[in-house]
């Protein structure tokens, strides 16, 4: 869809003539009947503002951060006597991803300062910041410290957003569910860490009434 060169005179009705003037419909479509120019909505939107962020939230986890790997497995004999001659695999994660998981824990409530989880819907924000590796020769190490050159090697960002946002449920929301956008970020830097940015949306019902699709409050 191409940008129009001249809209500042374009009567703007609806939602869809607000979008293809570049404009963000839900800041001033729907309000009142009666066409509107850009200028216009321009001026409503500087009036009478409609935030997209109603609470924003921002962690910090010190250290390196372990990400999420497949699941552990060890044969354990069953405890029912019929089942003796058989074997189970017992599944658990890895000790240190569940010892970074609680630590990061602790500092996410820390930081939190007694405030409750979010409930609404949620944009999160995650930058990974792993150790400059020592093979690098001078010349990376700078680009990478600028952030010029960023990781692109094992482990993959997915797994570094499922650890973290596993350690974060109960702290900075209530179920990972809620996450309606996620950006996960690699970078480099001398001081490992995690930085977690969570934004909460404007729910366009009432959450408590609408619990059909909203179930945290059921």
Not at 121 to 143: F, G
């Amino acid at each position: 869809m191409g940008w129009p060169t001249d809209t500042s005179s374009r009567p703007l009705g609806d939602a869809v003539a607000i979008l293809e003037c570049g404009v963000v419909a839900v800041k001033c479509g729907g309000r009142d009947s009666g066409p509107r120019t850009v200028d216009q909505c321009l001026l409503r939107r500087a009036a009478d503002p409609l935030p997209l962020i109603q609470a924003m939230i921002e962690i910090t986890i010190t250290g390196f951060c372990q990400p999420m790997r497949a699941p552990q497995g060890v044969i354990t004999p069953p405890l029912p006597k019929a089942m003796r001659d058989k074997y189970f695999v017992r599944m658990y994660s890895p000790a240190e991803v569940k010892k970074w998981q609680f630590d990061a824990k602790k500092l996410a409530i820390e930081q939190m300062n007694g405030k409750p989880p979010l409930k609404g819907m949620l944009d999160v924000s995650i930058d990974v910041y792993l150790p400059v590796p020592k093979s690098m020769s001078a010349q990376k190490t700078r680009l990478a410290l600028e952030g010029l050159l960023r990781p692109i090697t094992r482990p993959d960002a997915d797994n570094y957003s499922k650890s973290v946002c596993d350690s974060m449920t109960g702290v900075l929301w209530c179920d990972d569910a809620q996450i309606v956008s996620l950006h996960v970020n690699k970078w480099y830097s001398q001081k490992p860490r995690v930085i977690v940015q969570v934004g909460e949306m404007p729910y366009p019902l009432n959450p408590v009434q609408d619990k059909e699709t909203f179930p945290l409050f059921r």
